[in-house]
């Protein structure tokens, strides 16, 4: 599988960045997909999750202001992000499980200045 991330930047807090991640080489349609992060000298936690059925869920901070979607007719997930706080910044990957391993992108930074 191949993830390719993009849609990262500095904004203030207050507003918003959609991340956007590119699938290939696997039926996108059928695997489960998630956003991670990653803020300096913490460990990386999961943000959000799409099944291939398309439910979602979320980590406790960020539900009400980030949205999870996804489109199989153009292998892609993607991450809405409002309201932005200093604490959401950190590198963002997409990621999913192929062939038993979870898999990461390459990541995105986020910065978000207060």
């Known amino acids: 599988v191949q993830l390719q991330a993009s849609g990262g930047g500095l904004v203030q807090a207050g507003g918003f960045l959609r991340l956007s991640c590119g699938v290939s080489?696997?039926?996108?349609?059928?695997?489960?997909m998630a956003w991670y992060r990653q803020a300096p000298g913490k460990e990386r936690e999961l943000v959000a999750s799409?099944?291939?059925?398309?439910?979602?869920t979320y980590e406790n901070s960020v539900k009400g202001r980030f949205i999870i979607s996804r489109s199989n007719a153009e292998d892609a997930v993607y991450l809405q992000m409002n309201s932005l706080k200093p604490e959401d910044t950190a590198v963002y990957y997409c990621?999913?499980?192929?062939?038993?391993?979870?898999?990461w992108g390459q990541g995105t930074q986020v910065t978000v200045s207060s």
């Open positions: 080489r696997i039926i996108f349609s059928a695997y489960d």
């Open positions: 799409i099944t291939s059925g398309g439910g979602t």
């Open positions: 990621s999913t499980v192929e062939r038993g391993r979870r898999r």
